[in-house]
């Protein structure tokens, strides 16, 4: 459901709708795509990692089914580009205005169908797994701190009373929470080696030769976790942020969950506030428990392996449904 929320959230952007109604979800044909495409974005492919054994992903047919979710993508976003040329957007969704800016004299280069599809894909892609692998990691991280929890917990509820809803103009005044998850996401960066670079240079790092053209990658997750910068750097502790000014856009590379410099996340403002807020509702609506038997020594903590680094086993809770008290007549 969390990957249907956020992925809601983007096709809204992009196309002005969501991509199911409620409790629909798991039959849209977006749904079943779109999780295609982030188990292979975001699952380990080899050829990612080590671009002479690209044959292997052929052999094990991950190219093939690369293919063939490329195809199907690609005749989505033909099919939603067709929809709005013919007027079936919203005026200020993202496809309505790129297609109004096709043809822009004023722009520098011509914007192109496939730019179009490119930017829509990107926005797919890079939008809606990392905010569902933060949210997972967050519920998880809560579930093993029942003190942090309650903390959370009792400012937001405190702070929303009987309102009976989360919104995001609520969320600056939840500093608790945000502080929950600012230390989610430096334990839990969802692609821990943010994207591959290329050195358009040869050089020396740390006595290395990097010869031009060599693939980078940046160990984000090593980097967060490293106690050269980080008290109890493994504990998850969020009050370290507390009465500090290290933010996402951190100038000192300590802590890189959005990465850095010109390819930085563009999304990050959107992908915080959008995890805030469906955070603060799941704290909000319900009290929350682990199945009967287990405790929290036992949930797995392993994690994927791959660039998006989901848990490797899904978190298994029991929520129980806050009782509001009753509204007083206004
Ligand atoms: C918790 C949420 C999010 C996290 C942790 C996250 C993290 C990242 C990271 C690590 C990168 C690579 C940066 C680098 O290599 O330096 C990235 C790139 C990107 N993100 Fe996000 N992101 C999030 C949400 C979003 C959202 C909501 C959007 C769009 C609506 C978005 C759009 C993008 C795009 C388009 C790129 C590629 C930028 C480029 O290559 O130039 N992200 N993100």
Request: negative net charge.
């Amino acid at each position: 459901m969390s990957f249907c929320l956020f992925s809601n959230i983007i096709t809204r952007q992009v196309f002005g709708r969501r991509i199911s109604g409620d409790g629909e979800y798991r039959s849209s044909k977006y749904y079943s795509l779109l999780r295609e495409i982030f188990y292979l974005l975001g699952g380990f492919i080899l050829g990612d990692f080590f671009p002479m054994m690209e044959w292997l992903d052929v052999l094990t047919g991950t190219r093939a089914r690369l293919e063939r979710s490329f195809y199907a993508m690609d005749e989505l976003l033909e099919e939603e580009i067709e929809k709005h040329m013919q007027g079936g957007g919203n005026c200020d969704d993202f496809m309505t205005i790129l297609l109004g800016l096709r043809n822009d004299p004023t722009r520098g280069f011509p914007l192109s169908r496939d730019h179009i599809k490119a930017i829509a894909l990107d926005m797919f892609a890079a939008g809606s797994d990392p905010s569902v692998i933060t949210l997972d990691w967050g519920m998880t991280e809560l579930m093993r701190n029942p003190t942090i929890m309650k903390n959370a917990q009792d400012e937001v509820r405190g702070f929303l009373g009987n309102k009976g809803k989360v919104e995001e103009s609520d969320i600056q005044q939840l500093h608790y929470l945000k502080l929950v998850v600012k230390e989610v996401l430096r334990l839990y960066p969802p692609g821990p080696l943010l994207i591959p670079r290329e050195c358009v240079q040869d050089c020396k790092i740390n006595g290395y030769d990097i010869p031009k053209k060599t693939r980078a990658y940046i160990n984000a997750w090593a980097i967060n976790r490293d106690s050269r910068y980080w008290q109890h750097a493994e504990v998850f502790m969020p009050e370290r942020f507390k009465d500090n000014d290290i933010d996402y856009k951190d100038q000192h590379f300590r802590f890189l969950s959005f990465g850095s410099g010109r390819r930085i996340c563009p999304g990050m403002s959107m992908g915080v506030i959008a995890v805030e807020l469906a955070l603060a509702n799941l704290l909000y609506w319900f009290n929350w428990d682990l199945p009967a038997g287990m405790s929290k020594e036992d949930i797995d903590m392993e994690e994927q392996f791959g660039l998006g680094m989901h848990r490797k086993s899904p978190l298994i809770l029991v929520a129980t449904p806050m009782s509001l008290p009753p509204k007083l007549p206004l």
